[in-house]
């Protein structure tokens, strides 16, 4: 995968992640129920797909497994907090909080990894912050979404501790070995606080949550967890931030939710942060190229 393609994966993965409010949405499950459900489907499909492009799997070592299962143990948090502040909150302070991640990662990646954080970087994450604040269509810190928004700035926080974590294994790890490593994980973590209401979930619910598993959760985390392998997590982070904007927009298809012009300026700056952001990082991959092969 060379830079150009890990661009265009990790923007179709955010298509399939803003999906990912509509199907919460849609489907009345408790918060574990729709994480465990998601997880076990991911991880069906997943196995379906190596078996037909018959993948091979990579021998792992223990910290290989240390990571992947670390991983796993991240993203199920992220899944259940960003579902409990869709619950508590509704879907737009929980977009809110989790739009933070990008802050989180642009500060946390400079910390573990020991790189400069450039000025240009602070300032599209802040562009990027801003225009969530815009696209978001209700800000209320009342008690109830007070306490929505911690548990969605905690979704936030754990989703770029996830994305770090993929970075510092990508390359050796086949993607799609890792993502159904890590979505195993998930399901199990989740089954002993799932299985008493599993007997009760809806047709029509196990329907949403089957297409979260397939789309929202096996192609898209694979694209992601590839990508990392080319592109840095700070610029995965920016470019993930359209996730809200394909979600609103898909509200608006599905649901006849219009977005208010305050709601359409926000995009408007998401997307310009966006294309700078990806404009620079092309540049420099360019270069190093250039620099390589002279």
């Not at 993502?179 to 799932?194: F, S």
């Not at 959760?217 to 904007?245: C, D, N, Q, W, Y």
Request: with cysteine; glycine share 10%; hydrophobic share 60%.
């Amino acid at each position: 995968m060379n830079h150009r393609t890990a661009l265009g994966a990790l923007h179709i993965g955010a298509l399939f992640f803003g999906l990912t409010g509509v199907f919460g949405k849609l489907a009345q499950a408790a918060p574990s129920v729709i994480v465990f459900g998601r997880a076990a489907f991911a991880v069906l499909a997943l196995g379906l797909f190596a078996r037909l492009m018959q993948k091979g799997w990579q021998p792992l070592q223990g910290q290989d497994w240390r990571r992947l299962l670390l991983g796993g143990v991240l993203l199920a948090g992220h899944w259940v907090s960003f579902f409990i502040a869709v619950k508590v909150a509704g879907v737009a302070i929980a977009t809110l909080g989790f739009a933070s991640f990008p802050a989180f990662t642009v500060i946390l990646e400079g910390l573990l990894f020991r790189e400069r954080i450039r000025s240009n970087e602070i300032i599209l994450v802040l562009l990027v912050s801003i225009g969530l604040v815009l696209v978001t269509p209700d800000f209320d810190l009342a008690s109830q979404a007070t306490g929505g928004l911690l548990w969605a700035l905690l979704s936030g926080l754990l989703f770029s501790l996830l994305s770090l974590t993929n970075r510092a294994s990508s390359g050796r790890i086949p993607a799609v070995q890792a993502a159904l490593c890590q979505n195993a994980v998930v399901a199990l973590c989740l089954l002993p606080a799932a299985a008493p209401a599993l007997a009760d979930v809806a047709a029509m619910d196990w329907l949403w949550i089957g297409l979260l598993g397939v789309f929202c959760t096996g192609v898209a985390h694979s694209l992601f967890v590839a990508s990392l392998a080319v592109i840095k997590a700070r610029t995965a982070a920016v470019v993930f931030a359209l996730e809200p904007v394909y979600g609103i927009a898909m509200a608006w298809l599905i649901f006849a939710e219009i977005p208010t012009l305050r709601m359409l300026l926000g995009g408007v700056l998401i997307i310009l942060a966006i294309i700078v952001s990806s404009r620079m990082a092309a540049g420099n991959q360019g270069a190093k190229t250039v620099a390589v092969e002279s």
